[in-house]
């Protein structure tokens, strides 16, 4: 049995999840609070497994309580219940194992529950990676975070999983990563580079997943978790955004916390990262236009201002968002998006928004 608490300021929200997990006959309900402060303190004192957090509260909004909790208890899975999905990435960039917006389904539910369910009883193996592209590199074997002798050796194994399922040749990689040297001192340093990730991983008890074959290297994709991958799986698939693969899309977008590999400015990587910020970019307007389609024109405003926090020049996004607040009969707020692209478009580029972006607010 899954042990919960309920945090939110509406007593009804409260009494609606409380029943919701009650009825699922996976969870018992510790504790419900309208008050973060008093949550806390019950968590000094007791141990659970989910928590369950409205994200808009007047005395501590839900992101800040977060932190708090995986403070006070770092195993505890963190859900995330709003009726606004605006929050969705910095929800994941947290660590929140789910974010569930109102009004709750007993079926979505469900899917959160069993999730739960997965992680305490299996935990990760000590022997199973999982790897973080966004942001900084990160590599994880367990709840260990795996040190790796040098910088290339890190670079090396993101190049390979960079490829997915492809062979890579070794002149490829050769190229990629010790470009600045010649044939026979390239190889030399592959071939130290290639021992200590393997030495890494070896100690701790991960078995080489790496596979050579006619000249070519391939990581095997199924000994690791990452963000990355999962991304890229839905990203790529062709089609729209529709009611039956929504929640999949804000997860995935979800997943995009921040640049790919950050902080590297390898010519290989910032070659990826143009494309992945171009998928990301789609997936947020694919995001928006259904919102915008179904009337829900906050949720589209949203998600599309999620996305000019990385790209505010973006001539589609602005155009979009616009569109929509006036939609949503949002005219001063649509002015003012409209003057803050018009004045960076300006500053940066020295242009002007064009004839059918200005046509929107004749």
Request: glycine share 6%.
């Given at each position: 049995?899954?042990?919960?608490?309920?945090?939110?300021?509406?007593?009804?929200?409260i009494?609606?999840?409380?029943?919701?997990?009650?009825?699922?006959?996976?969870a018992?309900?510790?504790?419900?609070?309208?008050e973060?402060?008093?949550?806390l303190?019950?968590?000094?004192?007791?141990?659970v497994d989910?928590?369950?957090?409205?994200?808009?509260?007047?005395?501590?909004?839900?992101?800040?309580?977060?932190?708090?909790?995986?403070?006070?208890q770092?195993?505890?899975?963190?859900?995330?219940?709003?009726?606004?999905?605006?929050?969705?990435?910095?929800?994941?960039?947290?660590?929140?194992?789910?974010?569930?917006?109102?009004?709750?389904?007993?079926?979505?539910?469900?899917?959160?529950?069993h999730?739960i369910?997965?992680?305490?009883?299996?935990?990760?193996?000590a022997?199973?990676?999982?790897?973080?592209?966004?942001g900084?590199?990160?590599?994880?074997?367990?709840r260990?975070?795996i040190?790796?002798?040098?910088?290339?050796?890190e670079?090396?194994?993101?190049?390979?999983?960079?490829?997915?399922?492809?062979?890579?040749?070794?002149?490829?990689?050769?190229?990629?990563?010790?470009?600045?040297f010649d044939?026979?001192?390239?190889?030399?340093h592959?071939?130290?580079?290639?021992?200590?990730?393997?030495?890494?991983?070896?100690?701790?008890?991960?078995?080489?997943?790496?596979?050579?074959?006619?000249?070519?290297?391939?990581f095997?994709?199924?000994?690791?978790?990452?963000?990355?991958?999962?991304?890229?799986?839905?990203?790529?698939?062709?089609?729209?955004?529709?009611?039956?693969n929504?929640?999949?899309?804000?997860?995935?977008?979800?997943?995009?916390?921040?640049?790919?590999?950050?902080?590297?400015?390898?010519g290989?990587?910032?070659?990826?990262?143009?494309?992945?910020e171009?998928?990301?970019i789609?997936?947020l307007l694919?995001?928006?236009?259904?919102?915008k389609?179904?009337?829900?024109?906050?949720?589209?405003?949203?998600?599309?201002?999620?996305?000019?926090?990385?790209?505010?020049?973006?001539?589609?996004?602005?155009?979009?968002l616009?569109?929509?607040?006036?939609?949503?009969?949002?005219?001063?707020?649509?002015?003012?998006?409209?003057?803050?692209?018009?004045?960076?478009?300006?500053?940066k580029?020295?242009?002007?928004?064009?004839?059918?972006?200005?046509?929107?607010?004749?």
């Amino acid at each position: 049995m899954i042990r919960t608490i309920i945090v939110d300021d509406e007593q009804l929200a409260i009494d609606k999840m409380e029943r919701l997990l009650r009825d699922s006959g996976l969870a018992a309900v510790e504790g419900r609070f309208t008050e973060p402060l008093e949550a806390l303190e019950f968590l000094k004192e007791n141990k659970v497994d989910a928590v369950f957090l409205d994200i808009e509260m007047p005395e501590m909004d839900g992101m800040e309580l977060s932190s708090r909790i995986m403070d006070l208890q770092g195993e505890a899975a963190v859900i995330f219940v709003t009726a606004y999905n605006q929050y969705a990435v910095e929800a994941f960039r947290l660590n929140a194992l789910d974010y569930l917006m109102k009004p709750v389904t007993a079926e979505r539910l469900g899917e959160t529950l069993h999730r739960i369910i997965e992680g305490k009883s299996l935990p990760v193996p000590a022997g199973e990676m999982r790897v973080r592209c966004f942001g900084r590199f990160g590599v994880k074997a367990g709840r260990e975070s795996i040190k790796f002798r040098t910088e290339k050796a890190e670079e090396l194994l993101a190049f390979l999983i960079d490829k997915r399922d492809s062979f890579v040749s070794r002149r490829e990689i050769l190229d990629g990563i010790w470009e600045e040297f010649d044939g026979d001192r390239a190889l030399a340093h592959f071939n130290t580079t290639l021992h200590y990730v393997k030495k890494a991983l070896l100690s701790y008890g991960i078995q080489i997943p790496i596979t050579y074959d006619r000249g070519g290297y391939k990581f095997n994709l199924e000994a690791l978790t990452c963000d990355y991958l999962k991304f890229c799986a839905f990203a790529e698939k062709p089609g729209g955004a529709g009611q039956e693969n929504i929640l999949e899309y804000e997860e995935t977008a979800g997943l995009y916390t921040k640049e790919y590999l950050a902080g590297w400015e390898y010519g290989w990587v910032e070659r990826k990262r143009l494309l992945l910020e171009e998928q990301f970019i789609r997936l947020l307007l694919e995001i928006g236009e259904f919102y915008k389609e179904t009337g829900d024109f906050q949720k589209a405003a949203g998600w599309l201002k999620t996305g000019l926090m990385r790209e505010p020049l973006h001539r589609e996004m602005n155009y979009h968002l616009v569109e929509i607040l006036l939609l949503a009969h949002e005219r001063m707020l649509a002015v003012k998006y409209y003057e803050l692209y018009r004045k960076e478009l300006k500053k940066k580029l020295n242009q002007e928004p064009d004839d059918a972006f200005r046509k929107l607010l004749r």
